[in-house]
């Protein structure tokens, strides 16, 4: 794919003093779409003074990986670039992984190792990563070196296989995936699908202003859930679909550093 049109998509919660630092510097080539958490309205306004072409989109439920089912809903991008509001991710990183994406790759995983870092991440949260990413591996035949990281982007087209709960269901009631365990629920469906995969590193900066809304005990616990429910999930069909299995997926698609 030559130079395909790309949306950045930025899930905020709050996070109106990250906006005014990290807006600007997203390069107004890129569609950006904003995508605010249901009680914090007053952040539309400082958008549209930011990036008057930028979509604000109002998440449909709570959660994470609701603001991003509905910021995929609404871009138009052959690729969709998922970036946090709070300063950690670095736009000058975004065509990276919209390189990945263009030489062939479904999915361009962001990684803090193979080359990556973190200013950010704690060593509870390190250790908890490094365990969820080996089960993982264990679990779904991988060789992933990073679960639990929010900058990564996609293609279009990966949309349907990944089967994200429906931003617009009927009862509106919380769904399985609305939560911090998004990232680990798109590793695991790309994995189950056996589609090209490319690890991009990464450097996870600080946030900039604000905490945290992740807690490591009760997300952790998700994203392990996420990861014992998405298996049984995949049942038999995992080992005929893994991409790191599959000897049809030339390796030059899988990354650039490949998995080993
Ligand atoms: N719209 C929306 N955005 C959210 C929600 N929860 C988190 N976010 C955003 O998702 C991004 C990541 O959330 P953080 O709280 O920074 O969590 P984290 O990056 O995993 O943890 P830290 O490394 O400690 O920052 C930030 O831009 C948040 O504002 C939510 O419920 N709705
Ligand atoms: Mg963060």
Wanted: charged fraction near 25%; charge should be neutral.
């Amino acid at each position: 794919m030559s130079d395909p049109s790309v949306s950045v998509i930025v899930p905020s919660l709050d996070e109106a003093q990250n906006l005014e630092a990290v807006l600007p510097r997203i390069p107004a080539q890129y569609e950006l779409i904003v995508v605010e958490g249901a009680r914090f309205h007053r952040t539309t306004s400082l958008v549209q003074r930011l990036r008057p072409d930028a979509h604000v989109v109002e998440q449909t439920r709570y959660g994470k990986g609701n603001a991003m089912a509905c910021g995929f809903a609404a871009a138009s991008g052959d690729v969709l670039v998922m970036f946090d509001a709070d300063g950690s991710a670095d736009a000058a990183e975004i065509p990276r992984f919209v390189s990945a994406i263009a030489d062939g790759a479904m999915f361009a995983k962001g990684t803090r190792s193979r080359g990556g870092g973190s200013d950010d991440i704690t060593q509870l949260r390190r250790a908890g990563n490094l365990g969820l990413t080996l089960l993982t591996n264990i679990l779904f035949g991988v060789r992933y070196s990073d679960l639990c990281y929010g900058f990564n982007a996609l293609h279009r087209d990966l949309l349907p296989v990944l089967d994200l709960p429906d931003p617009h269901p009927v009862d509106g009631g919380p769904k399985w995936g609305d939560g911090f365990e998004i990232e680990t629920l798109i590793n695991v469906r790309v994995a189950v699908a056996g589609v090209p995969v490319r690890e991009v590193p990464s450097h996870e900066r600080r946030r900039l202003h604000g905490v945290s809304n992740l807690n490591a005990w009760r997300d952790g616990r998700r994203v392990l859930s996420t990861l014992l429910r998405e298996r049984r999930r995949a049942g038999a069909n995992l080992a005929a679909s893994d991409p790191l299995r599959r000897a049809d997926v030339p390796l030059a698609v899988r990354g650039q550093h490949p998995m080993p």
